[in-house]
């Protein structure tokens, strides 16, 4: 059968059907290949399974909303350390911290900082728990104060990160190139004011946290731009090859007052990071207004945004694969176009 030269198809004459999936980026609706043919590697970071967990945030006076959630399968906690003081003993009471991630979020000065961390620590000592035994992060932004206290107390906590990095806020979602630049800058400009510790040493101690829409492609090509990124990073390093601890959140401007459609929409978004590869999911709670007749609209939205996970996990059987896309001229070349443009403006800015 004689095979029709793609790239003469009349979509392509004019440019018009061009897409454009992040900003300042155009493809075209077709494939086109190229003269000498394409030659892509699958994107393995060396796992057997596509391991995640659901993270969500709770405060200070939350301990029964928190516990429900355990119990209905939550795995990893955020604490957020905003509130004022912060009382773990009434928050974690009945937690069990080697079975679950317990992250600490603020944005506090370094005497605030140290407390949370001592707190921590004294909680763990009274509860008589091995801290080698606990898996989480201290999410304070990546500056001097976060490497000494790495320094003064990583020995203590070994399964904790200590250095955050996340895409700024105001970077429009629409814009997937902008939110990768923005996180890299962050971790190469640290990189260069760091006095202390090595360099692969601060990427197997941070957390990187990149917003996610409900763009169902165009999420898993960031994503996986992120991980074309980071093995870049680490070759350029020369550090041994690791997968990143790397948490997807759920944009708030994703969102609408309706409860249920929004179920939907985190349902797209959770699915997109887990084909792409994420570790971590952050599904806030957005209460909307729309709630119909439920009594606990709070409580609903906690449990259905856990029970997305059990559906893709135990139903969907989406962790038995790894990197499923793998292959697909659509979403490799986009994730390498968006690594690509990304890397280019980050070598510019730093």
């Not at 004019?14 to 494939?31: N, Y």
């Not at 009471?93 to 005497?111: C, D, K, Q, T």
């Not at 107390?153 to 806020?169: D, K, N, Q």
């Not at 449990?303 to 659509?330: F, T």
Request: with cysteine; net charge negative.
């Amino acid at each position: 059968m004689e095979q029709k030269d793609s790239s003469k198809h009349p979509a392509l004459a004019d440019g018009k059907m061009s897409w454009e999936p992040s900003a300042g980026i155009r493809v075209p609706p077709l494939f086109v290949p190229s003269a000498e043919g394409e030659k892509r590697q699958p994107l393995s970071r060396g796992m057997l399974e596509n391991k995640w967990v659901i993270m969500q945030t709770f405060h200070s006076e939350q301990n029964r909303e928190l516990l429900t959630s355990l119990e209905n399968g939550l795995e990893s906690v955020e604490i957020s350390a905003d509130d004022g003081e912060l009382n773990l003993q009434e928050l974690l009471e009945s937690v069990y911290p080697n079975m679950v991630e317990i992250h600490f979020s603020a944005s506090l000065n370094g005497l605030q900082k140290e407390k949370v961390v001592l707190d921590f620590i004294d909680w763990l000592k009274k509860g008589n728990w091995k801290p080698d035994e606990c898996r989480g992060s201290f999410r304070f932004r990546a500056d001097a104060e976060s490497e000494r206290l790495f320094q003064q107390y990583s020995s203590r906590l070994t399964g904790f990160t200590w250095f955050f990095f996340e895409s700024h806020g105001e970077i429009p979602r629409e814009d997937k190139v902008a939110q990768l630049v923005s996180i890299f800058t962050q971790l190469l400009k640290f990189f260069a004011n760091s006095a202390v510790v090595p360099n692969c040493t601060i990427l197997k101690k941070s957390t990187f946290r990149l917003s996610a829409g409900n763009d169902f492609i165009t999420e898993i090509a960031k994503i996986r731009a992120f991980f074309l990124i980071w093995n870049l990073v680490l070759s350029k390093l020369g550090c041994d090859e690791f997968s990143p601890d790397l948490e997807i959140t759920i944009d708030p401007l994703s969102y609408e007052e309706n409860i249920f459609h929004n179920l939907i929409r985190t349902t797209t978004s959770v699915t997109s990071a887990l084909i792409a590869g994420a570790g971590r999911m952050h599904l806030p709670v957005f209460p909307g207004s729309f709630t119909g007749q439920l009594n606990d609209p709070i409580g609903f939205i906690r449990r259905m945004n856990i029970n997305v996970s059990h559906i893709l996990r135990h139903e969907s059987q989406l962790d038995k694969v790894v990197d499923p896309v793998s292959g697909s001229y659509m979403i490799e070349s986009l994730s390498e176009k968006f690594a690509q443009t990304a890397w280019n403006r980050i070598r510019e800015k730093v």
